[in-house]
Each structure stands twice: as C-alpha cells, then as structure tokens.
C-alpha cells in the first residue's frame, strides 16, 4: 500500500461490556472513506428478551485469516501491517465463503453488488495515522485505539489478549479484547 | 384559527417528517471541503466538540474534534448524524402562510412581518399585554435565550414568557436554588471520573448522554462503585454494582430511608453539618419513621439492595450523585432532588475534589438557557423577577423604568391551560414542541387550536408549528454565532459554520426586527453575536450565574469557561462551594425536610399499571430534528411499549403483538416488547414521537407545586391486547405523526 | 529462475501447454495452413499464445486452491443435473447481465458502472475483432470479377459481403476505432475516480490499480494513431504508430495472467457461486442455534467445514457440534456472550 503513516504502535482494543449499544460507531463507520455510507461494524443486542447486553464487533484481523483461506477468487488479502484487506472489488464473486467461515462473523455480503464488504480499520484514516472512526467516537470507549502503554494505564486491572479458542481452533489476531486481568485467552466454546 | 389548513397527510407530504441519509459518495465536497469549523454538537448538555465541514456555504460532514477536552472526539449516534440538517429537503427557506383549504403558502418577509405585528397589537390592544405569550426553548445559545426575555419583556411587553426548559430541569434548579442559592452542578465531569462511589438516579445516562459514560467508567476502572436507580435496566446498569429498580413516583422513599440509614450509623460529617447547613434536625426528623421494611414496602426495592446502596455511600471518602429527569419529572420533582441532596449534605462530600452532585443537563443548553432570564419568573444572571433591586438593575441595563418591567409570568403547561381557558388568545414559539412534548397532549392541541394568531419560527415545520397562521424561517445551530453553557457549567463558543439557507434568517434578526417594529428598535442595536454577549454579560454581572468575566476570546482561548467567572482576570470556576460560602441569603447549604407522598395518580383495579416514559438513544427530545435523520429513525423506528413477561402474561400479551394502552387522558396502540429488563409492575414507551403513536397522549398534566414540571415519569395506565400484530405501516410511519 | 522451476506445478504446466497447442493448431486449421495469415501480426500471435499458456496455468493453479475446486467441482455437477435446463438458461441470463452487462457494479455507483462498461465493452468488442484476424481465421477478399464488393471469410469459408464505402463496410474497418473511443472514456472516467475518492487513494497500488488504466490508454491512443496516420498523414508515421501499438498490445497480453486484467476470466466463477447458492437454498437451510433463524444453505455450511479443515481450520467443538453451524449474529453473540461470562466469573466488569 502506498504512502503510508500507519502507526504500528497503535493497537486496538475491543471490550465489549463497556458497549452501551449506542449505535455511534455504527453511523461512524460510515464516514470512513474505504466503504463509502455502508456501515461495517457489528452492534447488536446479544438477546433482548432477557438483557440490554449489546456486542460490538469489528474485523480481528486474524494473523491467518481464515476468509481469505476459503475465498476462491483470492480477493482477501493482508498487508505488511497485518491488515486484512476488504474484498479485492474486481476478484470478489460474491459466494459469501468468507462470510460463513469468520469465527467472528465479521464479513457482510451486499447482494446488489455481489460483493463482500468489511472493516478495513479505516486503513484511509489509519494509514493517515488517524485512529478508526468507530474508536474515535465510542462515547464508551468499549472501542479504543491506542498504545499498549496506554491501555494498561488506564485500565489496569485488565489485561489485552488476542487469542481465541472456538473448539479445537486457536484464533490469533491483530485486534485484542480486553479480559480480566491474567487471561491469557478467550474461550468463546 | 390555529386548526390544521390541510390534512396532515398533505402537511407531511411537503413538510415531512422525511427521512435524510448522505448520499453513496458523500455529499458534495466531503472529499474537499473548504474549511473545517470548530463547534458543538446542537443537541444534548453535554454539548461535545465537533468540526463540521463546509463546502459552498453547505454542510459536507464532520471531522471528530479530538482536542475538545470534554469529548476528545467521542459522540453518539445522534452526534454523529447532525450534520444532516442543513442540506435537509425539509428545511424551511421561506416565510410560510396558512391558507385555508390550501395549507402554507410562501410570503415574504416583509408581509409576514407586518401581519404577525398588526395581529400581537390587535390582540393586545382587545384583551391586554398578556394576550399574547411566548414560548421559547433551550436548544437555543445564551445569547438568543437572554435576547428572548428581553425581548418578551421590552418589546412584546408581556409577562407570559416561559420555556420548555419547564419540561426539562427546572425541578433540580428550584432544589438547587433552595439548598445552595445557585444552581449549577457542583463540579466539572473530571471529579465525577476519580469518585469512590457514584449514585446514578433516574438518568439514562448510556442512551441519553451516551458521552458521559465514558467519565463513569473511568472512575470504575480506578475502583469506584456504581449504583444505579432505575425502574428499568437500561445500558449502564446492566454491569452496575448495585441497581435499584424503583417503582416510579417513590423515589423521595428511598432517599428518606437511605438518610435515616446513614443517621443511624452516625456516617455523618458532624463538622460539616454544623458550621456549614441549616435544617439538618428538622429534616433527619421527617425521615425518623422511614425503616428499611417501610421502604422496600414503598419503593419496591428489595430492603438488602437498599441498605447496601446507603453502606457504600455512607462510608465512602469521594463520591458523586447525579440525577436527571427520571426524578424530577414528578408532581414532587423538588422534593425528590431535595432528598438526594440530603445525601450529600450530610456526608459533606461536597465542594472538594472527586466529590460532587449534580443534575445532568438534559438540552443543549439547558444550563445557560435557564439562566439569563426566559423564564417566567426570572430576569438574566439567574435574578428573580419579583425582586425589586434585581429587577431595578435589569431595567438599568435595558434601558427602560423599572415600573415598565411585566412581572412573573405563567409557566409553560400554565399557559397553554390559560390558551384553554380563552385568557391567552396569541402566541409566538421559538425552538419548541409543544404538541409531542408536553403531557396530556390532546389537551394541548385543543388549546392550540383556540389561539388566534399563533407564528413559530423553526427551521423544519415540527408537528405544533402546522398549526400556526405563520411560519418564520429561522436559523440552525450551525448558522449563527453564539455560546452555550454546558451541563457541566462550561460556557463554550458556537462558532457559525454557514449562513441560512434561502430566505432563512438568523433566530436574532427575526427577533431584532420584530422588536424594531414593535417600536423598541433602539433597546436591540446589536450588530453580532458578541454585542448580545456582551450585553448578558453586564446583565448577569453580580448575580449568581456571572458572566462577567467570560469573553468571546477567553472562550476559544481556553476551550471554554465554567461560570462563576466575575472579572477578566478570573480563570473560571469548575468546582464550587470549595471556600464553603453557599449562595443562600445565610450563607449556609439547607437541608430540606421530605417527608414522602404519593405522586398525583395512583394505579387502582380500572387503571391496574404504573406508565412510565422516557427516551432512546437515537432520538432527541421531540424528534423534530432527529426524526427527520434516516439512519436514526431506522435504528429505533417505533414507540414499542415495553413489558415484562410476567406482567404480559397477566394480560396475555405477545410479543410483538400489538396493545391498547389507556389513561384517564386518552388511549394509542403500541406493539408490546417483552423484556425482562423492567420492573414487573411498570410499562414503558418513549416519548419522541407525535401523532396517533405520541405517548404523550396518555401522560398527566399535573404539576409540581414549586417547579411546575409536568408529571411525565408515573401515571396510571391499563393494557388490552388487540390479538393483532403491529403492523408494517406503522413502523415505517411512526417518525411522520400521522 | 531457479525458484519457479522448483515451485512449477505440473498439473498446470501439462494444461497450459495444452492450451498453448490448441491455439496453434486452430491458427493453423482457420489460416488454411497459414494460407490466410498476415505475417504482419506474428508478434500479436506470439503475444496471444503466451497469453492463452499464461491464463490457462494460472487457471489451472487457481483451480487447485480447495475452496476454488470445490466451486468449480459443484458448478458443474449442480449445472449437469436433472436441472440442467434451468440451470443453462440461469446461467446465459446471468452471462449477459453480469459478464456482459456487469450489473453488479451499478449498485457500486452510477458513474462507476458507466466507466466499467465503457471500457469492458470496449476491450471485449476488440477481442472479438483482433483475436480472429490475428489467428488468421477471418480474411477479407474481394469478389471475383467486382472492384468495390468484400467478402469477410471466416475458416476460410465466405461468412459476408459488404460494399465498400457503405456503412457496414465504415463500421467494421473502424471497430478498433470505436473501441478505443470506449475504453478511454471508461479508463479515464476510472482514473478520475482513483484521484478523487478517499478510500481508493488509501487503498489502491500503482501496478495493481494504475498499470492495468494506463496501459489500456496507451493501447487505444496508439491504436487511434495508427488510423490517424492513414486516414490523414498517408502512412508517414505508420513505422511509429505500428510498433509502439504492437509493443503496448504485447505488453498487455503478456500482463494478462498475471495482474488485474486475470479477473476477467475469473469473474466467470460468478455464475458457479450463483447455481451453487440457488441450489443449496433448494436442497435446505441451515439454521443459526442462537438466532433460530435459516442463515445459509446446509450445503454450503458443511462444505465449508470440509474445506476449511482441509486448510488446517478446526472448529469442531467439545459437544459435537461446530462453530461454524452458527450464523454470523450467533457467532457474534457467543463471543459476547463468552466474555460477559469471563467478566463477571472474575467479579468485576472494569479495571
């Protein structure tokens, strides 16, 4: 990618028990250059009948990312900063492979356009070394861009991982969430 | 003839509601704007930072304004939406006419400056000044809101000015004023992120000042405990340490038995309470009898939650308590924020750092709206109409005698019951809802349309104001300079992005040359924004909220300023009471007796259910603006009518199944949400919307003596299912008051 | 040099050759023995042959990435069914809406869908004219015994006549021109987007992105250059014109394989992911246990499962059941769920 001022001390950090399932980092994410008024980003309520309870998720950014393995038109790709790219527009068959084998659920096929859409970490904005727009605005900060001295200042009493276990799987990615202190994983099933 | 000239289907279809998104790529120049303007966020109190983007004198978009110290970028939906007004296809670009039969028609400026003119002098000169009332609202900037009273008084000559801040805080700021002598909240938001214990009651905070979590989760990080009294489990309780689902209309209960608790286990600042309060054994007396077992009898909380709450608050070292409308929307509201500041009195936690109490703010500029003299009873820098050496200075400062001054005039709900009675016959409204906002609303709108001549001046048509003879394009927040004071005391600096659109006009010249016409031309010789400042500034000098010492400069300068600030040379005050001097006419902080009543209506075997109202996030106030914003009407598109599953059983309600609610004031038909995230005894709907799904219908007129806020947070209700589920057509026209 | 022997693959090198054969004896058998070849265009034939050896081993590389065979493999058993009509006439409808037309893109942006078509239907409509020219498989001749009357030859067998100077006979000796009309328009209309749009300039790569656009231009100038040159220089430049053309076009069937302009023949998978989606919505959904609602098809679910452990993904769980039979909301909300439960299994939400 080109001309970039991407910052590599910038990590993200997701929590979603702070989320307040406002919404802001939705209609943020539209703002963000790379999908044009198309929101990327995950909020939604976990089960309302029973809870307030929203999660809040954006693309992990998996060190093997397991959509561009399934992809069959190799229009996923990650870059030297470990972002994982949105969907090559001109390769992208729109067969939603990606979308059902995301651990995290993060891929969003548009029918119209036949096409799969995620989050790129505003790389328009991150590259430009800005922070992502849905971390700029999180009025909970459930969403935080930042450094890993940083974090561990305000919230000391947790701690950034970014290891996932789904049954035999072990997911490592770029992004952390944010557990209780001495975690070293989070076991999802 | 203030009747609808035209259906409301035909009023909706040229006027909206209609929904707004940005187009695919962005609206013209959001790629390249021109400039990026430093400003606010034109709806809550939190009043956070943002830059807009200008492009040919249109609004592209925004930029997050990360150096703003309040917010350093944060937003909420809401705040990242509001950029969508100016380039909105309702926007209203020319003065409008009624016309029977044919609905609005363009007039221009001049003729429709002449009718509204000859219309206040008719009315006036047949049944007196005070035929003609005004009502204005607090989204407006301090220097429109102080230009308004002054306006009502010198140039429309009438005592009946009042504000819809009446629905909003004026029963903390009646508290506030009795307890302290000022109302303001004690400390500035960083205190509240270092407190050991924070009391949250009856605010929303997550959805209503989505921003202000993130100063509370701060101090959790740091340790503190959060409790949260609720009748529902909103956002922020959800992980809170301790919630307390209060039934509605018993929170002075609670408060009652908490004192008693913390004066039963002596965690009391003795050396507080003596040198610095009044009335502590009067007040401690009032609560002798209020038990835990009384309590958890009365308020419906659970006596173990009760105690615990009172324990951590009692023993705390630093603490806050806020509290917003869910206590003070009460025919007791006073009474209610009485008994929270009991609280805080007598462990003394007040005036040092991380140790606060407050109300939270609820408009834009709900705090320095409520100031500088549009309310009935009020004259600029929080003076009382009806003191002769306050009223003495301000006729000084305008220009005018003394005797020529009207006197206290009637509140907000007063008024449009004398627009009922047939004693106030004219009306002008400015930045005001009336028909979604006030309770009882087919009350309202029988009284709306009684007036004779009724004019608004808006920017969108909002559902009162197609109603009126005349429609005065006036400004959005972002095409007029000024400033507003945040909830947090800071006055801030709104900088004009844009000139009005159209013929539109700034709010502050329609108001010039009314007064011009109206023959007070020369007490409104102001060229700018700064003059009016500048002016407030001398009015307010010397009373409570003083602006002397805030300019223009010093504001930009310093991202703001926390009033009191009496001199140049004075850097502001973000924590008060720290020199102990309280504002009360003996200097001391007055606790204040609450012995406990019942709120205006109880539940009985017709109406069996407690009604609570309330917001949503993506919606403010009454949505006259954000139900015109497509991504923010999709989120929550609908009043839903929320129940718990126990309670849903009783009647056999389902889910999504739609429901007859009644009152003593009306009826409207929600689809039932079950959660069980609300008390079992309690239903809610949110309150933005208007029309036939307008829950305001259902809610009471009455109240509160000393306030006068209306009794929006508890009345009875009783529920009928129809069988039938909500349908299509009502979500997808529920933002259009149909 | 060395490492591509070693990571050669077989299987393509043996199917790229093959193309690569194919062509030549097509040009042979549609020349008549190169009877009907021009010489002049060896260079192009040469440059088309490595082409057709180049896409057909990256073809055949592309095909062997598991999610890809499972595609290809799935395409033709559903297209080779009992349903076979359906699944044809879905198909040819689907080829001129998406591959032709390429609908797809409209949603994407008005202007956007205008430049692609532009340009697409500008390189497609000069290959249709180039490729049988260059292979000698179209000729044209004059008629026996008439100084104004062409016949266009196809395999050396007469095909059409058209009089010289009429329309038609403007129009077919003017394709080229045509077509270089469009892809400019439609490179430049693309170009502009590349400049002005926030997300592209963030995103995009000069030889990803800009190469394939300025390559195209440069073909349709040069192409342009030639007709100028004999329409009003009388052939002065035609040396110039001709091999600066000829290098460009060259270049561009060299890239093919290898850059942007390969997902022309990728874009073709489209259809496959159609057929497969219709017919496993057909055959029954999968449905989400957190949601309770259909999210895909069963067959698309379990393949899925095949393929990613073939990858060297397991998401089997301890009860027998798999992460991936959640629907992406579910997956979402187990997650969440998860970590409400670490939360508050370790006594508190902050810190």
């Known amino acids: 990618m080109p001309n970039t001022k991407y910052n590599q001390q910038m990590e993200f950090f997701i929590d979603m028990q702070r989320c307040i399932g406002c919404h802001a980092c939705e209609m943020a994410c539209a703002e963000c250059e790379t999908n044009g008024q198309e929101s990327m980003i995950h909020i939604h309520y976990v089960d309302r009948a029973v809870s307030v309870q929203t999660t809040v998720q954006v693309c992990m950014h998996c060190e093997d990312p397991v959509c561009a393995n399934v992809c069959p038109a190799d229009a996923i790709t990650k870059d030297d900063f470990g972002v994982v790219h949105t969907a090559n527009t001109s390769r992208c068959i729109g067969c939603s492979n990606c979308v059902l084998a995301c651990p995290f659920g993060v891929p969003i096929k548009s029918e119209p356009q036949e096409l799969m859409m995620k989050c790129n970490m505003c790389y328009d904005r991150t590259s430009a070394g800005k922070k992502p ?55 999802v099933h | 003839m203030a009747t609808l000239p035209i259906s409301t289907d035909k009023i909706i279809e040229k006027y909206g509601p209609h929904k707004a998104y940005t187009p695919a790529s962005g609206f013209h120049g959001s790629h390249e704007p021109d400039r990026l303007v430093k400003t606010h966020c034109c709806f809550c109190g939190m009043q956070c930072g943002i830059q807009l983007k200008v492009k040919d004198n249109t609004i592209a978009g925004f930029e997050p304004w990360m150096e703003f110290p309040f917010n350093e970028g944060r937003l909420c939906p809401k705040g990242v939406q509001r950029y969508l007004q100016n380039n909105h296809p309702d926007r209203l670009l020319h003065p409008l006419q009624r016309v029977e039969g044919k609905g609005f028609e363009n007039i221009g400026w001049d003729k429709a400056m002449d009718r509204t003119i000859s219309e206040i002098r008719r009315i006036q000169e047949q049944y007196g000044q005070d035929a003609f009332g005004m009502l204005s609202g607090v989204s407006l900037t301090n220097e429109k809101s102080y230009m308004i009273g002054k306006f009502a008084r010198v140039a429309l000559k009438t005592a009946n000015l009042d504000y819809n801040g009446r629905l909003c805080m004026v029963s903390a700021g009646a508290g506030n004023k009795k307890a302290f002598g000022l109302d303001r909240i004690s400390n500035s938001w960083s205190d509240l992120a270092g407190a050991e214990v ?80 009044s009335g502590f054994d009067k007040t401690i007396e009032a609560v002798k009898d209020y038990d835990l077992a009384w309590a958890e009898k009365t308020t419906g909380i659970p006596a173990d939650k009760i105690l615990q709450a009172a324990t951590w608050w009692g023993k705390a070292s630093t603490s806050f308590l806020l509290h917003a409308r869910g206590i003070e929307h009460h025919t007791k509201g006073v009474d209610n924020v009485l008994g929270c500041i009991n609280l805080v009195l007598a462990t003394g936690r007040i005036g040092k750092p991380y140790c606060g109490y407050g109300t939270i703010t609820g408009q834009g500029n709900g705090q320095g709206g409520r100031e500088h003299g549009h309310k009935c009873d009020q004259l600029p820098g929080n003076r009382d109409i009806t003191n002769p050496e306050h009223r003495k200075y301000i006729a000084g400062v305008w220009g005018i005698e003394e005797s020529e001054m009207p006197g206290k005039g009637l509140s907000a709900y007063e008024m449009i019951e004398a627009i009922h009675r047939g004693e106030v016959k004219g009306l002008i409204t400015i930045c005001f809802n009336p028909l979604v906002s006030l309770p009882n609303n087919n009350f309202v709108r029988e009284a709306f349309e009684k007036l004779e001549y009724y004019v608004a001046i808006d920017f969108f048509l909002n559902e009162t104001a197609r109603h009126a003879d005349l429609i005065l394009p006036g400004s959005l927040h972002e095409e007029e300079e000024g400033t507003v004071t945040t909830a947090e005391g800071r006055v801030v600096k709104i900088n004009q992005a844009i000139t009005p659109p159209g013929e539109a006009r700034k ?54 300023v926390f009033w009191p600030c009496p001199d140049l040379d004075h850097p502001g005050t973000p924590r008060l009471w720290e020199d102990r001097k309280f504002k009360t006419p003996d200097g001391k902080a007055h606790f204040n007796p609450v012995p406990y009543r019942d709120p205006s209506e109880v539940v009985d075997t017709e109406f069996p259910v407690v009604l609570t109202t309330g ?94 806020i209306p009794e929006f947070k508890v009345c009875a209700c009783r529920l009928e299912p129809t069988g039938q589920q909500g349908t299509e057509k009502m979500k997808e026209t529920a933002y259009q008051s149909y | 040099m060395l490492k591509l022997f070693q990571t050669l693959n077989t299987q393509a090198l043996i199917k790229a050759t093959i193309a690569a054969i194919a062509v030549v004896i097509l040009v042979l058998a549609g020349s008549r023995n190169l009877q009907n070849f021009d010489a002049a265009l060896i260079a192009y034939l040469l440059g088309t042959v490595f082409a057709v050896f180049g896409i057909a081993y990256r073809y055949s590389v592309w095909l062997q990435r598991p999610p890809t065979r499972l595609y290809w493999r799935r395409s033709w058993q559903f297209l080779l069914s009992k349903d076979f009509p359906s699944y044809a006439w879905r198909s040819l409808v689907l080829f001129f809406k998406n591959i032709l037309f390429q609908r797809f893109i409209y949603p994407r942006g008005k202007t956007r869908w205008i430049g692609h078509f532009l340009l697409a239907t500008g390189c497609l409509i000069a290959f249709a004219v180039t490729i049988p020219l260059t292979f000698g498989w179209v000729h044209f001749t004059l008629e026996q015994g008439s100084f104004s009357t062409y016949n266009a030859n196809f395999f050396g067998f007469k095909a059409g006549t058209f009089e010289l100077g009429s329309p038609i006979a403007f129009l077919t000796f003017h394709a080229l021109v045509w077509c270089s009309v469009l892809v400019t328009i439609g490179a430049v209309m693309m170009m502009k987007r590349r400049l002005t749009n926030g997300g592209l300039i963030a995103t995009q790569t000069f030889e990803g992105d800009w190469l394939p656009l300025i390559l195209l231009i440069a073909i349709s100038i040069t192409g342009l250059g030639i007709s100028y040159d004999y329409t009003f220089l009388q052939g002065r430049t035609h040396q110039f014109m001709s091999v600066t053309h000829a290098v460009t076009v060259i270049l561009f069937l060299v890239w093919i394989p290898f850059g942007k302009f390969f997902h022309i023949f990728q874009r073709l998978a489209q259809l496959g992911a159609n057929i497969y989606k219709v017919e496993g919505e057909r055959r029954g959904m999968a449905v989400c246990p957190h949601t309770l609602e259909p999210f895909a098809s069963h067959t698309h679910v379990e393949d899925l499962k095949n393929i990613s452990r073939d990858l060297g993904f397991d998401f089997r769980l301890e009860n027998g059941k798999n992460h991936l039979d959640f629907s992406p909301e579910g997956k979402r909300s187990a997650l969440a769920k998860a970590h409400f439960e670490a939360r508050k299994n370790s006594g508190k939400f902050f810190g």
């Open chain 2, 615 to 708: 917001r949503v996030v993506s919606q403010y106030l009454s949505g006259s603006q954000t139900r015109r914003i497509g991504k923010l009407v999709d989120q929550y598109p609908e009043p839903l009518l929320e129940i718990h599953p126990k309670l849903a059983a009783k009647y056999n309600i389902k889910n999504r199944e739609l429901v007859k609610v009644s009152t003593r004031r009306g009826e409207a038909f929600f689809p039932a949400q079950l959660v069980e995230t609300i008390r079992e005894d309690t239903v809610f709907i949110p309150y933005h919307w208007g029309g036939k799904q307008s829950a305001n219908q259902l809610t009471i007129g009455t109240l509160d003596p000393v306030s006068k």
């Open chain 2, 507 to 560: 709010d502050s010249d329609i108001l010039i040359e009314l007064a011009q016409r109206l023959g007070a031309g020369d007490k409104f010789n102001y060229s700018c924004s700064e003059d009016i400042f500048n002016e407030l500034r001398v009015a307010s000098k010397g009373g409570t909220a003083d602006y002397y010492g805030i300019t223009y400069e010093k504001i930009e300068k310093n991202m703001g």
């Open chain 1, 133 to 187: 727009m849905c971390a700029t605005v999180c009025p909970s900060q459930a969403l935080y861009y930042g450094t890993r001295e940083e974090i561990s200042k305000m919230r000391p009493d947790s701690v950034p991982v970014n290891t996932f276990q789904f049954g035999e799987q072990e997911v490592k990615t770029k992004v952390n969430i944010m557990m209780p202190k001495g975690s070293t994983h989070l076991k």
């Open chain 2, 198 to 277: 924070i009391i949250i009651a009856g605010t929303n905070v997550s959805e209503t000042f989505p921003t202000l979590t993130h100063y509370i989760w701060q101090a959790r990080d740091r340790g503190a405990k959060l409790v949260v009294i609720d009748p529902r489990v909103t956002p922020i309780a959800r992980t809170a340490d301790l919630h307390l689902p209060v039934k509605p209309g018993t929170d002075s209960a609670l408060y009652g038995a908490m004192l008693k608790i913390l004066v039963d286990n002596d965690w009391l600042d003795h050396d507080f309470i003596q040198h610095h309060t």
